[in-house]
């Protein structure tokens, strides 16, 4: 069995024991443990920024429920996009999930994206790259995501010990602080 058809496999029991009401879900600071919707295995072949990356055959992906420093915002938008760069496996192989829309305004495949047994969104929030930037009706992990950022926050971690969210990316986007 190949490891796409196995976690394919694994994606489909957690899916079915979400809908039977047993999910086996940890903490919320433990983050989701599998996916609860389907999942289409892809190979990243360039990371954009700290929350997008293209991802062979998708195309670009924006992470869903985060939002990184952009690249401007320096040094935190290279620090983010570098956090990014290591929870990926060397080999690229990941695995996206969809939530309730498929594609941003910009068409970037919007995707909770998962890779060695756990999503990547919700690590770059509980080590402190990411921010929770949650788009209705986008919010299938927003309990998680919210618990990691709580986390990362209290305990000073990644860019929350060097004030880089002092300016959050909506708001560098926006012109409201620089």
């Known amino acids: 069995m190949t490891k796409a058809r196995a976690f394919l496999l694994a994606a489909g029991v957690a899916s ?3 809908h039977a009401g047993c999910a ?3 903490g919320l600071d433990d983050g989701s443990t599998s996916p609860v919707r389907e999942v289409l295995a892809c190979t990243v072949t360039r990371i954009v920024d700290g929350d997008t990356l293209d991802c ?8 869903l429920g985060v939002d990184t420093p952009e690249r401007a915002q320096e040094p935190f938008g290279s620090m983010a996009t570098q956090a990014l760069t290591d929870l990926i496996p060397k080999d690229g192989e990941v695995f996206v999930e969809a939530d309730v829309e498929d594609r941003d305004r910009y068409d970037r495949a919007l995707r909770y994206v998962w890779a060695e047994g756990r999503m990547v969104n919700w690590a770059l ?6 921010v929770l930037l949650t788009y209705p009706p986008n919010v299938q992990y927003v309990d998680w995501l919210q618990a990691a950022q709580d986390a990362a926050q209290e305990e000073g ?6 004030d880089g969210f002092a300016c959050t ?3 560098y986007r926006r012109g409201t602080c620089r």
Request: charged letters at 15%; zero cysteines.
């Open 16 to 18: 079915a024991m979400v």
């Open 24 to 26: 086996a879900q940890t």
């Open 56 to 63: 062979d055959p998708v195309g670009r992906v924006r992470l």
């Open 125 to 130: 929030v509980r080590t402190g790259y990411a």
């Open 157 to 162: 971690a990644g860019l929350w010990s060097v």
């Open 169 to 171: 990316p909506v708001e």
